[in-house]
């Protein structure tokens, strides 16, 4: 089999990486992929949103699967396209991945199939300036379209209201509306399925760690390291959030004429009411899926081909036991404007079992530099999270680049 994945980052390296291993695979590629990929997958230099050159590169090498990394292609309806074209692949249409492309489409369905959601309301950005006036602090205030996790702000005053919404008002198309919800407290967990529009199956759970510095501090980033399991996940946990969340949203979707196939991911807030959803996402969080794949024993290839199928009833996961961590190294100034093309040193080095995942890096002769806000993702899997932890550290060690920095409590607070 021929297999095409799509996307460049952490998630797509760790996404080959797993399909390499299946016995299925004969040739693999990834458009337009990263260097730390390159001996397990052919990179073809197609970026991701050329969704025709996509199609005409699968067409003229007849790939029988391809597996779509990121959201912004999907939102432009990759999916429906290859369908089109009798093209077999992974993931939701342009109308389904609407539930992460759109705040203001997965708040509504939400609310009316009774998923549990922090209450909220929709204004114009205008109306919101106003609002912002006499509310009760603290409030989230979110963007509708994709903003490459710059699109929620979490306000504690009237001054960081408006501060937010000066920010948001820079994202154009994205911003003109406003969604202005009840903030929660707890602690956020990542939970994902993945779906043939009717089955579900869970595909593990992480805890992502958003914050840029130590004890969740400092400006959110799209995530500098997870700890899997998520330490709060129970058995009972799992099945509330299947029963309460999964099913009526996939049944919701179904009934609107909107089935979801793919990877479903919830961001869910954990508290002593209850558990919420934040947001959904229409693909692998990243780096949670770094932390989640080396953990997964069953074949993902074969999982991808019973969601399209629609048999994923008749499927079996299995997982390795333990625990995952995995550690995000950054460039300088990440989140915010970083460095780039930083020379990065110990990439030769023995990792053992850990894995070195290149999420920013590009190749220069025989050196590799920095080119993403986040790196690398250095993942270890232990029998405890401790150990992993201390597995993953150490292997963290052995690498540098100037400016880097990343999270020392990743998995600490288990
Ligand atoms: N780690 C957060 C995300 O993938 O959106």
Redesign the pocket.
């Known amino acids: 089999m021929k297999v095409l994945v799509v996307g460049s980052g952490g998630r797509e390296h760790a996404l080959v990486w797993k399909i390499a291993q299946s016995p299925s695979v004969k040739k693999l590629y990834c458009a337009p992929g990263n260097p730390g990929m390159a001996s397990l997958a052919t990179l073809v230099p197609i970026p991701v949103d050329n969704i025709e050159g996509l199609l005409q590169f699968a067409e003229s090498e007849a790939i029988d699967l391809t597996v779509v990394g990121p959201e912004i292609p999907l939102s432009m309806g990759i999916v429906d396209r290859f369908e089109e074209k009798g093209l077999r692949i992974f993931g939701p249409s342009k109308s389904a991945s609407q539930i992460e492309s759109s705040k203001i489409f997965s708040k509504r369905l939400m609310l009316k199939y009774g998923v549990p959601t922090a209450s909220a309301e929709v204004v114009t950005r205008g109306e919101a300036y106003r609002r912002i006036r006499s509310m009760d602090y603290p409030v989230v205030l979110k963007v509708d379209g994709l903003a490459a996790?710059k699109g929620v702000v979490i306000a504690r005053d009237e001054q960081e209201a408006a501060a937010g919404l000066n920010l948001i008002k820079e994202m154009g198309d994205a911003s003109s509306d406003i969604i202005i919800e009840q903030f929660l407290e707890g602690v956020e967990a990542?939970f994902f399925v993945v779906t043939d529009g009717v089955h579900a199956v869970p595909m593990g759970t992480a805890q992502?760690h958003?914050a840029v510095n130590n004890g969740n501090t400092g400006p959110n980033t799209?995530?500098m390291g997870v700890v899997s399991p998520s330490p709060q996940m129970t058995p009972a946990l799992e099945a509330e959030i299947m029963s309460k969340v999964i099913e009526p949203t996939l049944r919701g979707m179904a009934k609107d004429g909107m089935p979801y196939k793919g990877v479903l991911y919830a961001g869910l807030i954990l508290s002593d009411q209850g558990m919420s959803v934040l947001e959904f996402?229409a693909r692998w969080?990243?780096?949670?899926v770094q932390a989640l794949l080396p953990r997964l024993k069953t074949d993902w290839v074969d999982v991808m081909l019973a969601s399209i199928e629609g048999r994923l009833n008749q499927v079996s996961i299995d997982w390795a036991g333990g625990s995952s961590v995995c550690v995000v190294l950054a460039s300088g100034g990440y989140p915010g404007a970083y460095q780039k093309g930083e020379k990065i040193s110990g990439l030769d080095g023995d990792f053992g079992d850990t894995l070195v995942f290149h999420a920013g890096t590009a190749q220069q002769g025989a050196e590799y530099l920095t080119q993403g806000g986040r790196v690398l993702g250095i993942t270890a899997v232990g029998e405890t999270v401790s150990l992993s932890r201390q597995q993953a550290y150490s292997a963290v060690k052995k690498i540098s680049f100037p400016g880097m920095h990343y999270r020392s409590d990743i998995g600490a607070e288990s």
Request: glycine content about 36%.
């Open positions: 996790g990542s992502d958003k799209g995530g996402n969080g990243d780096p949670e």
